[in-house]
Structure formats: structure tokens, C-alpha cells
């Protein structure tokens, strides 16, 4: 089975920790990712350093997503992005002994049917609800295709 890595994101920092009690933040890592020609994928999500403190209910988290997009020639100005992530890898809480970094999550496309023609990389952070804690990460991503 013919394959493909592709870096997503290299080793990059992400600051969430002045988001307000509850609050969520979605940045675009990467998009117009082509997978037409692949029926299998996994996200490959590394935390390389950082802190997710803890606090609050529910906790403060760090979630990388992909998700499916359909963006055409026909309206170049518009992204049209299907929320649902195909996968989604998420930290919390690295203050627990175990969940520290380094961490590497690979998370699979659970419905490859869905993935379209393009994907897009999320990275989202969201801040514990009645805490904030401090949320500083550094994440690298890529992405594995199959035919």
C-alpha cells in the first residue's frame, strides 16, 4: 500500500493561557491540504514542551483537529470547512505525572469516506472553567496518507 508523510506544522508555540474562564480559541495550523488521491489517513500530533495546568471542571485542554473543507475556485475569499473533525488529538492537564511532555498522539480518520478532496488542520485551545491555568505548548503535526 502506497503511503505519504507530509509535515503539517513544524515544532510551533501555542499561548492560551489569557483566554478568560471557559473559553475557546480555533487557529488554522494548515489548509486546501490535497487527499484526493488517499482513502486512509492518521494525524500525527507531537507536544514536544509546554505546560496544560490544572483546575477547573471541565480542565483546560489543547485539541489538534482535522477537518474536511471544501473551498472552490467560485468564491477564492470564502472558507467552507466542515467543523466535524475526521480526528482530533487532545492534551490536558501535563501537570499529572505521566502526561507530561514529550507526548505523541496518532489519530486516525475514523470515516476516510468523509475527508473529500482537502483537509484543514485546527489546533484549538480552551481555557478550565472556573481556573485559568496556564496553557503553553509546543506542537509539531503531520499527516499520513494511503492509497
Do not use: C, W
Request: proline share 7%; net charge negative; hydrophobic share 45%.
Amino acid at each position: 500500500m502506497a503511503g505519504r508523510v507530509v509535515q503539517i506544522m513544524p515544532r510551533t508555540h501555542y499561548e492560551f493561557s489569557s483566554l478568560p474562564s471557559g473559553a475557546a480559541q480555533l487557529l488554522v495550523a494548515a489548509k486546501d491540504i490535497d487527499v484526493s488521491q488517499y482513502t486512509e489517513a492518521a494525524l500525527l500530533v507531537r507536544l514536544h514542551s509546554g505546560q496544560i495546568g490544572s483546575g477547573g471542571n471541565p480542565k483546560a485542554k489543547v485539541e489538534v483537529m482535522l477537518v474536511a473543507v471544501g473551498n472552490t475556485p467560485e468564491d477564492p475569499g470564502q472558507d467552507f470547512v466542515d467543523l466535524t473533525p475526521l480526528a482530533t488529538a487532545s492534551f490536558e492537564d501535563t501537570t499529572v505525572q505521566g502526561q507530561e511532555p514529550p507526548q505523541f498522539v496518532v489519530a486516525d480518520v475514523t470515516s476516510p469516506a468523509k475527508m473529500g478532496s482537502m483537509v484543514a488542520v485546527l489546533v484549538q485551545g480552551t481555557q478550565a472553567t472556573g481556573a485559568t491555568p496556564i496553557i503553553d505548548v509546543h506542537l509539531s503535526v503531520d499527516l499520513v496518507m494511503k492509497a
